[in-house]
């Protein structure tokens, strides 16, 4: 990753966090006990959470006592991360890597891929990475995987498509379009400082899949999907035609 890139990173994985401290705390509590319910969470369960930003799920579970890793790009994000289970002295790890390359991590009962940051990369690396994943998923282990639902696309673009929000001290334009030929969304952002600057990131481009596809991807993976809800959120959201968001939960 850049420098341009860990900047955008740190803008809106660190900063904008803090500015939207309350609403992002509340939200995690509420998908971590999503979590603890349908995966049924034990202490001795070893947990991995891929690509993992921030850390706000790792944190989470890992002040209830659980063993997790996670991994992440962003050396940004590494280091408060890393601060964090330190000065909390935390049962967690963070490491610093590419979430394509997974060849010395160990085995895990749970993998997590949340906030649809499974979507970046090709159709066939998407492939190999979940085929890769599984290698590090015991027998019976699981994977959740929390993606944006393309069937309800308009639906959830009417937040996304175009609007300023404050980051810091400065606002950030974001502008977003859906391209239904690719299956893509594509999104620019340009940050405007208070003193009049401006930085404009270099664009992000996610694949939406629909649940037939990944189920197809987790099949040929070697995993199967037993269940998909729409939201990660208790009490259990039914996964239907409203949904924005589908999370698949799939056992080796």
Request: hydrophobic letters at 40%; charged letters at 20%.
């Amino acid at each position: 990753m850049d420098e341009q890139r860990m900047w955008w990173e740190e803008l809106f994985q660190i900063h904008e966090f803090a500015t939207y401290a309350d609403v992002a705390a509340s939200l995690t509590n509420n998908e971590v006990d999503f979590l603890e319910t349908v995966l049924n969470l034990t202490p001795d369960m070893r947990i991995l959470d891929l690509a993992c930003g921030n850390g706000r799920h790792l944190l989470g579970l890992a002040r209830r006592g659980y063993h997790i890793d996670g991994v992440e790009l962003a050396t940004p994000l590494v280091e408060q991360l890393s601060a964090h289970i330190t000065a909390e002295q935390l049962p967690a790890r963070v490491i610093a890597g590419d979430m394509r390359q997974l060849d010395d991590l160990g085995m895990y009962d749970v993998v997590l891929i949340m906030n649809s940051s499974l979507g970046f990369f090709s159709d066939r690396e998407h492939q190999q990475l979940l085929n890769d994943l599984a290698d590090h998923l015991v027998p019976q282990g699981r994977l959740v995987l929390q993606c944006i639902n393309p069937y309800q696309i308009s639906s959830y673009m009417q937040h996304y498509r175009r609007g300023w929000h404050q980051v810091g001290p400065g606002y950030v334009l974001r502008e977003s379009h859906f391209n239904p030929i690719t299956g893509t969304i594509e999104t620019a952002y340009r940050y405007i400082e208070p003193n009049g600057g401006e930085a404009v990131h270099p664009g992000e481009r996610i694949r939406l899949y629909t649940f037939p596809e990944w189920q197809q991807h987790l099949q040929r993976a070697g995993l199967r999907v037993q269940a998909v809800f729409g939201d990660a959120v208790l009490p259990i959201v039914a996964f239907d035609e409203t949904s924005q968001w589908q999370i698949l939960m799939a056992m080796k």
